[in-house]
């Protein structure tokens, strides 16, 4: 095989790691997407997390948008204004999700 087809070959294949590596990281948000429900001291609280990472946080009193993203077995909630929740998947497919002054709050998610 000449110098140049060599090279070539090794190109395509460090392309189609990185395909993979994308693939695989959109895939990752993609089943954590969809609606979680938690009873907090205030009320029903709806956590709705959208396919390509954006979502809401509503209550009774207020809607609120954000950005979120999937880091291993975490999820990251980025507010407009700059802040960050970091919640943790749980093994029943529902998100715990430490609140200041409130403590944990537990999501379990809606079935369709």
């Not at 609120?64 to 093994?91: C, K, N, P, Q, Y």
């Given at each position: ?16 790691c ?14 954590v997407?969809?609606r ?13 997390l ?9 209550t ?6 954000f ?25 029943g497919?529902g ?18």
């Amino acid at each position: 095989m000449k110098w140049g087809a060599r090279l070539t070959l090794r190109w395509c294949v460090v392309a189609l790691c990185f395909a993979v590596f994308a693939l695989a990281g959109c895939q990752q948000t993609d089943d954590v997407s969809g609606r979680y429900v938690a009873q907090a001291q205030s009320g029903e609280v709806l956590l709705v997390l959208d396919e390509g990472g954006r979502g809401t946080w509503a209550t009774d009193e207020e809607d609120i948008a954000f950005t979120w993203e999937r880091r291993g077995d975490e999820v990251w909630l980025h507010t407009r204004g700059g802040g960050v929740l970091v919640g943790t998947l749980s093994a029943g497919g529902g998100i715990v999700m430490p609140m200041p002054g409130v403590g944990e709050v537990v999501f379990s998610r809606e079935r369709p």
